[in-house]
């Protein structure tokens, strides 16, 4: 049983900033790609941010030079720091990561419960 755990939202001024954290814990034997993905009321869920395990990263368009993306391996842990917060960050924010078993020997797709991050003008 693999599970992954959000914390660090929260509620914050427009221009503020707010770290998220996300820990995977259980029978894990190697986390590939981690990521944060975010869900407006009303909206798609959409991709935020990535980290691959060479720890290359992607980015939303939107949050591009605000937000980046981190691991610490050691930790099965991604952070999400996100600065200069808008309005329109508000979300519930998910962390997703791509994780191998080896009960089954395979590698699935977790998510977190996510976490609401709540940015007032």
């Known amino acids: 049983q693999v599970q992954l755990e959000e914390s660090g939202g929260g509620l914050v001024q427009a221009g503020g900033s707010l770290r998220l954290s996300c820990v995977a814990s259980?029978?894990?034997?190697?986390?590939?790609?981690m990521g944060w993905y975010r869900q407006a009321p009303g909206k798609q869920r959409e991709l935020v941010a990535a980290?691959?395990?060479?720890?290359?990263?992607n980015y939303a368009d939107s949050v591009k030079g605000r937000f980046t993306i981190s691991r610490d391996n050691a930790k099965n842990t991604v952070y999400l720091q996100m600065n200069y917060l808008k309005p329109e960050d508000t979300a519930v924010y998910y962390c997703?990561?791509?994780?191998?078993?080896?009960?089954?020997?395979?590698?699935?797709?977790?998510w977190g419960p996510g976490t609401q991050v709540t940015v007032s003008s």
């Open positions: 980290i691959a395990s060479g720890e290359n990263t």
């Open positions: 997703s990561g791509a994780i191998w078993t080896a009960q089954p020997m395979a590698v699935s797709n977790y």
């Open positions: 259980g029978a894990i034997l190697r986390i590939s790609s």
